[in-house]
């Protein structure tokens, strides 16, 4: 059993279900259709409705950066349980687990089953691999911390976790606060909505509301469309789920990874259009541990060169091409 994971609140794979039990009325006729209902339906906690922009966006950074390039591996990767004295991963592996941030409501990436009470997903496999590496098995020596978008910086920047897996875009913005690995996913942003929904794409949704979790690229995205939607801001996807359902947004937009997680679990909603931004996922991490950031990326090499990725991406019936982005390096 693993130690020390943190709950937020249950994810329940079938999130539909909580819109039908918001909706339901007294009768015996079912629920009401898809659409905006007659009486103020309940919200998740934390709905921005628009959502608060920050000052500044993810492409107001310098445009010298290669927001794809990390720090080159040093060599071979040590043993397992040999970490260098001194090290990083030798404090890591003295303190006998490894604090990751991950999501729990990222269906595919980051998601608590809710049969087992298991955190699961691409992302947290990505965490065991480095914990194994580190540990020999990652068994006992995850400690998995369940964050919001929001809190991905500020928990590395804080010193809370030592890397966080959370679908998280690497552009020169982040950099300038955390340090990230090697690209280790490739994504774009694209649009979820009903399946009756006329809507075609990004362009076709101009003065309607468009949802994404609040402190994601894609919340700044939407808002910067030239269409002009307006944004909606959740803490988690689960939520935008949740407002599609009830017909309180006319779609949900951010990495068609994500999109297709929470396709899986309504069936009535389909992706539309095609891809409106690129977005490298990295591994985040403290910009006071270049070594870590150095092992990290010699357990991603290992998980490129032996194949591992590619048995992680198909286990997770992801997305997209079934190969790895290759590693861009800048020293």
């Known amino acids: 059993m693993r130690r020390g994971v943190r709950t937020r609140r249950p994810l329940a794979i079938l999130v ?16 009401p259709p ?6 103020v339906a309940p919200r998740p ?28 591996p040093s060599g071979a990767l ?9 090290s990083t991963m030798a404090a890591i592996a003295a303190r006998g687990r ?7 409501n ?25 914990a194994t590496a580190i540990f020999g098995d990652w068994r006992n020596h995850v400690q998995f911390v369940a964050i919001t978008s929001a809190q991905r910086i500020p928990y590395v920047a804080e010193g809370k976790v030592d890397v966080v897996a959370s679908t998280m875009t690497m552009n020169c913005a982040r950099w300038e606060q955390v340090s990230f690995s090697s690209q280790y996913f490739d994504a774009q942003q694209m649009v979820l909505v009903p399946k009756d929904s006329t809507v075609t794409g990004i362009g076709d949704l101009g003065g309607k509301k468009v949802c994404a979790a609040a402190g994601s690229t894609s919340i700044q995205n939407i808002a910067a469309a030239a269409s002009k939607p307006i944004p909606v801001a959740v803490s988690d996807w689960t939520d935008c789920l949740v407002l599609l359902q009830q017909g309180q947004v006319d779609a949900i937009s951010t990495d068609n ?3 297709a997680g929470l396709a899986a679990q309504d069936p009535t909603t389909h992706l539309v259009g095609a891809g409106f931004s690129s977005e490298p996922y990295g591994l985040a991490m403290s910009q006071q541990v270049p070594d870590l950031v150095r092992f990290v990326n010699g357990v991603l090499e290992e998980t490129r060169s032996s194949g591992r990725w590619t048995t992680l991406f198909r286990s997770n019936n992801l997305l997209g091409p079934d190969t790895p982005p290759p590693a861009r390096y800048k020293d």
């Not at 409705?49 to 390039?69: H, N």
């Open 98 to 104: 490894l604090i990751a941030g991950v999501s729990q």
């Open 45 to 72: 906690d934390g709905v921005q409705d628009p959502a608060v922009m920050p000052t500044g966006t993810a492409q107001a950074a310098p445009s010298t950066c290669d927001a794809v390039a990390s720090l080159r």
């Open 16 to 31: 539909i279900a909580a819109a039908t039990l918001a909706l339901a009325g007294c009768g015996d006729g079912g629920p």
């Open 257 to 259: 990874t994500i999109l």
């Open 78 to 86: 040590p043993r397992p349980g040999a970490m260098p004295a001194g």
């Open 106 to 130: 990222t269906y595919l990436f980051g998601f608590r089953d809710s049969s087992t009470g298991e955190i699961k997903g691409f992302d947290v496999d990505i965490i065991k691999e480095i």
């Open 34 to 39: 898809r659409g905006t209902p007659s009486f």
